[in-house]
């Protein structure tokens, strides 16, 4: 993991589920169950390279079928399961891209964390404060493992991610709006001075990196 003079903590190894049909042409997807594209299973064999058969003290994963996965290629095939990891609840918008959103919106701009999700036929969707406080739920379970000086893995989805790192942070929540997250990417989040910090972010999955 970084190195730093706060190596006492443990860190908090973020990955965002490779590649699914989906994800490659921009439609919001939550609780639609699917799998990984041929490029996002080699992203997720790519993450398991950077990480190097890290140990963890825990590895949580969402129960989504893309996400769980990406664990098992990555080298962690037996996560605990944790349906606090799921990702945002769009309502409405599930299924549909951004492009077609705002032309729902007769052209008005549209912006996830400022204007959230309309409900749709299966679910109301979720605000931003439900998503953050799932977000802190699951810092708070990691907790004791950060402060006994162990590391944990998260295996999720890129908008619940991104609010989990401004949780972290103590960031507001209109901050996700501007931390880009990809398929396939690692971050870490840790310790500056015994400050919650972002330590990395958004690293393309690149099996010549090294993240242990």
Not at 105 to 129: C, F, Y
Request: glycine share 10%; with cysteine; charged share 25%.
């Amino acid at each position: 993991m970084s190195d730093g003079d706060t190596d006492r903590n443990g860190r908090l190894v973020l990955i965002r589920h490779g590649e699914t049909p989906w994800s490659r042409v921009g439609k919001h997807t939550s609780w639609t169950d699917l799998t990984l594209t041929e490029r996002g299973e080699q992203q997720a064999r790519d993450q398991g390279s950077m990480l190097r058969g890290h140990k963890f003290a825990m590895v949580l994963c969402s129960p989504r079928m893309r996400a769980r996965r990406t664990s098992a290629l990555a080298g962690y095939a037996h996560p605990t399961i944790d349906d606090d990891l799921v990702e945002w609840d769009y309502g409405g918008y599930e299924g549909i891209t951004t492009k077609q959103i705002v032309a729902s919106r007769d052209g008005k701009p549209w912006d996830l964390w400022n204007d959230g999700v309309i409900p749709g036929e299966q679910t109301p969707g979720e605000s931003a404060d439900q998503v953050m406080a799932r977000a802190q739920r699951v810092i708070d379970k990691c907790t004791d493992c950060l402060k006994a000086g162990e590391d944990v893995l998260l295996v999720a989805h890129g908008h619940f991610l991104r609010m989990l790192a401004v949780t972290w942070a103590g960031l507001p929540v209109t901050a996700g709006a501007v931390i880009r997250l990809d398929t396939g990417s690692v971050c870490e989040l840790g310790y500056e001075h015994e400050q919650q910090a972002v330590l990395r972010w958004n690293c393309p999955p690149d099996p010549r990196a090294d993240f242990s």
